[in-house]
T-cell receptor
């Protein structure tokens, strides 16, 4: 049973470009969470999605950031017109259901904006 | 809003000895979960141990155990017989048990060094 798969592991974008980060949850998991980790910081919650629904986006910046989890395919975190401050590690986690189940993390995508 | 505080940015321990990492949290809720995650240089977040707030008994996983003090809102991690492979960043995290709020709230982490 493969774990949570994130790709790419490393992504370099120039300022103003778009970044697309992908997350395939573990088999049987229908809940996906995205977190951002700035250097020397803990992870900060961004968004919580179920298939085709955004449940909690309270941690998402109001502009340039969006997330989706379609019926088929991976979850996508999209950052438009990236700026240097977007440079961070972005982690995805998945869980089976909401009743206190454990969330399993992917290895993260390190985004560098140059 | 809930907050998690880890007051030790860095700790070190000799191999085979015991170390305790501190964590305090702030919440007005009575039912929640607490976690310790390990993040080695590979960046993979690995769940070390979890505690349900309604359980009085402290959780234990092999060499890892917690001291959960609900009234004091304290959740420390004890690592016994430390091994070189324990060297990593350790993050304390909180999650509400209330419906609709599945997010984890993390502390800033403690970097643990294990000396041979």
């Amino acid at each position: 049973n493969a774990g949570v798969m994130q790709n790419p592991r490393h992504l370099v974008r120039r300022r103003g470009q778009e970044a697309r980060l992908r997350c395939s949850p573990m088999k049987g998991h229908s809940h996906v969470y995205w977190y951002r980790q700035l250097p020397e910081e803990g992870l900060k919650f961004m968004v919580y999605l179920q298939k085709e629904n955004i449940i909690d986006e309270s941690g998402m910046p109001k502009e340039r950031f969006s997330a989706e989890f379609p019926k088929e395919g991976p979850s996508i975190l999209r950052i438009q017109q990236v700026v240097r401050g977007d440079s961070a590690a972005y982690f995805c986690a998945s869980s089976r259901d909401r009743a206190g189940s454990e969330a399993f993390f992917g290895q993260g995508t390190r985004l560098t904006v140059v | 809003a809930q907050t998690v505080t880890q007051s030790q940015p860095e700790m070190s321990v000799q191999e085979a000895e015991t170390v305790t990492l501190s964590c305090t949290y702030d919440t007005s809720e009575s039912d929640y979960y607490l976690f310790w995650y390990k993040q080695p240089p590979s960046r993979q977040m690995i769940l070390v141990i979890r505690q349900e707030a309604y359980k009085q008994q402290n959780a234990t996983e092999n060499r890892f155990s917690v001291n959960f003090q609900k009234a004091a809102k304290s959740f420390s991690l004890k690592i016994s017989d430390s091994q070189l492979g324990d060297a990593a960043m350790y993050f304390c995290a909180y999650r509400s048990a209330a419906g609709g709020s599945e997010k984890l709230v993390f502390g800033k982490g403690t970097k643990l060094t294990v000396n041979p």
